[in-house]
């Protein structure tokens, strides 16, 4: 179990984007769990491969939408008809469609702040730190030119000789272990 | 046409007979040093120096006429009755409709799936960041007050009084606040990938902390590229219908009010229209010199100023259909509040001014954004963005001036001249636009990396390569 605390996991690096999305396609048929691509720009096919398909994004979008126009147009009947109510022309002071304004514009900004930082969060953003930058081919690679698979010691099928020869078996450029 | 000409071009594709969105020869490390070299070289450019000087001459300006105006008030500028809007309320639309263009791009167009979008999205998004910075700035300063400017949020205080959620003026408040939250989220959410690859790619230790600080520890990990994907998505689907209502809300400020040359129906589609075209004319202003001092004409290319030519054009007549239906109803109304002021637009004592906007939008622009040869002139190009620009001025100025200084009652008439503390404010304005855009080209990397990625061969997943149980060489990639 020395391992474990030792190593974060073994990277393999790849110089396309099939060669990484079938090496993790075919880990993830293999039992691996515990695992991630790393790409330069968006691969859906990476994220299908190592069983990531669906996010909690757009929940919380539509929360935040919701919360927004919701408690704006509360706010806006709140002051209008209760706290400080104004006789405009003999208008009623529930004068709903003239709330609906900026009811609309703060569900657009809750709803945005939320897509926004919830995708953050959800990221675990910020996290300066990472033991993948330990690795001396990922920051030049990674979010550049090459494409990375990790298979992560997390995983009980984790053994770092065993790993090693798995991940060479897709003729990757190299695997190299990264620490923690 | 000449097609055979255009079949032997390098820069055309000869499938679609387009022209290339990006040049055929990048890969995906030559892009990426390309971008990131303009940013983390020691040597800024003596050119950008000489700019930034100038450009701070300008801040500088509107430094000196803001104090001016918040020791002595607004009485320094030409604003008086009936003309109580004056270059303030112009400069304001001017401005934020020059934003528009930045969200449609980077909202509207990625709806669209226009991928040749991808090249110019950040700097026009930068741009409308800044533009909204300048446009903010007037109707504050126009309140009279403007240290005071924070009444206009509705917080419990000590007055107990809150704000009248039935006035236009204060749907714009929440409008455009709520568009400079969004727009500036949006370029920031944009911007982590790349300040990633900066990250990795500085060499000093200041810019490694600051992209390090700045990327939050990006990784290109696939799980968070999902997500990542999902909220840029979300915040395009949310910031289209912003955009739209900005400028909507904008024309209610003055579609509300019963002056004549204001209480009109067309103006909510027509300042719409009128903003889009405003601001892809300062996108091309600020892409075909940015191309052409950093040799960028591999990433921004002919394809992409053929393009924003013609969504000009589109605009263009739509806001033509605008001036037209603002005559037709003059008559159609049969008011004659309503035909005397469309008689005084054109040949009243400020009637020179309807006559440049109908030169600078319509005439020139309309007849000449048809030639292909035309759009893709790269200094025709830029000459017909200045003059757009400076139509599109005119075009607010019109608008509030001409339909204040002589409404209903000839007793009340007066008329309008701007001081030159308004010219200075304004000039200022331009000044720290384009400071703040030199320094935003100068620190952080102007067109978006990872997206561009995207535009290049081989990023596209061939299903027979990644099947499991054989490897890309069996499968002959």
């Known amino acids: 179990m020395l391992s474990r605390n030792v190593v974060y996991g073994l990277l393999a690096e790849f110089d396309t984007a099939d060669e990484l999305v079938h090496a993790a396609r075919q880990a993830r048929q293999d039992g691996w769990r515990k695992m991630d691509c790393y790409t330069p720009y968006p ?21 935040g939408g919701i919360t927004g126009g919701a408690l704006m147009f509360w706010l806006e009947t709140w002051i209008s008809v209760q706290a400080y109510p104004l006789n405009i022309g003999g208008r009623p002071l529930f004068s709903w469609p003239a709330f609906i304004v900026p009811a609309y514009e703060l569900t657009i900004l809750i709803a945005g702040l939320s897509a926004a930082f919830g995708m953050l969060a959800l990221n675990g953003f910020p996290t300066l730190y990472h033991p993948l930058f330990n690795a001396p081919n990922f920051r030049d690679g990674a979010t550049t030119d090459k494409f990375f698979l990790c298979l992560e010691a997390k995983d009980p099928k984790f053994s770092r000789e065993e790993t090693k020869a798995y991940l060479e078996s897709f003729k990757p450029v190299s695997v190299v272990e990264v620490e923690n | 046409m000449d097609t055979n000409g255009l079949k032997n071009n390098p820069t055309i594709d000869p499938s679609t007979g387009e022209y290339n969105v990006i040049a055929a020869d990048q890969s995906f490390r030559s892009v990426t040093e390309k971008i ?34 918040f020791l002595k008030g607004v009485g320094i500028w030409g604003v008086t009755q009936p003309g109580a809007w004056g270059f303030a309320i112009i400069n304001f639309v001017w401005w934020i409709g020059i934003g528009h263009a930045g969200t449609l791009i980077s909202a509207i167009l990625l709806l669209f799936k226009q991928r040749w979008r991808n090249s110019i999205s950040r700097f026009a998004e930068a741009m409308t960041i800044f533009a909204v910075v300048c446009a903010g700035m007037f109707p504050v300063l126009h309140l009279g007050r403007p240290w005071l400017g924070y009444w206009l949020f509705p917080y419990p205080n000590s007055m107990t009084i809150w704000p009248q959620f039935r006035s236009p003026l204060m749907w714009d408040v929440c409008a455009v606040s709520t568009y400079a939250t969004i727009s500036t989220v949006f370029w920031y959410i944009g911007m ?3 300040l990633g690859t900066m990250r990795d790619r500085a060499e000093s230790k200041a810019a490694k902390y600051f992209y390090g600080i700045l990327s939050l520890g990006w990784r290109g990990s696939a799980r968070h590229w999902m997500r990542y994907e999902t909220a840029s998505l979300l915040l395009a689907g949310l910031a289209t219908p912003l955009v739209l209502s900005v400028h909507t809300v904008i024309s209610f400020d003055f579609a509300v009010a019963v002056l004549p040359g204001w209480h009109t129906t067309i103006f909510p589609p027509y300042f719409v229209a009128g903003a889009i075209y405003s601001g892809f004319a300062m996108v091309l202003t600020l892409a075909i010199p940015l191309r052409k001092f950093y040799h960028l004409e591999d990433l921004v290319t002919e ?13 263009g007549f739509i806001v033509a259909y605008g001036y037209g239906m603002e005559v037709f109803m003059a008559w159609y109304s049969a008011s004659h509040t309503e035909a005397f002021m469309m008689w005084n637009r054109m040949f009243g004592p400020m009637g020179w001014s309807y ?6 939008n319509l005439a020139i622009p309309l007849t000449t954004l048809w030639s292909r040869k035309l759009r893709t002139s790269i200094s025709f190009m830029f000459c017909l963005s200045i003059v757009v620009n400076a139509g599109m001025w005119f075009e607010r100025f019109v608008i509030v001036v001409t339909s204040l200084y002589r409404d209903f009652l000839p007793s009340s008439w007066g008329t309008y001249r701007a001081t030159s503390w308004d010219y200075m404010t304004f000039g200022g304005t331009l000044g720290l636009f384009t400071l703040l855009f030199l320094l935003f080209i100068r620190f952080l990397p102007m067109i978006p990396m990872s997206e561009i990625r995207l535009l290049l061969p081989g990023t596209r997943i061939k299903p027979h390569n990644i099947a499991s149980g054989t490897t890309a060489e069996e499968a002959g990639d």
């Open chain 2, 192 to 194: 982590v990938p790349d």
């Open chain 1, 43 to 63: 691969v859906e096919e990476a994220a299908e491969a190592i069983g990531f398909h669906r996010n909690m994004v757009p929940l919380v979008t539509l929360l």
């Open chain 2, 303 to 315: 394809r992409h100023i053929d393009n924003m030519g013609k969504v000009m054009l589109a605009t």
């Open chain 2, 36 to 69: 990131t070299h303009i940013v983390l070289t020691p040597q800024t450019p003596s050119g950008w120096f000489a700019l930034f000087g100038l450009a701070g001459t300008g801040a500088t300006i509107l430094v000196v006429a803001l104090t001016w105006l």
């Open chain 2, 355 to 360: 006559w440049v906007l109908v030169t600078c």
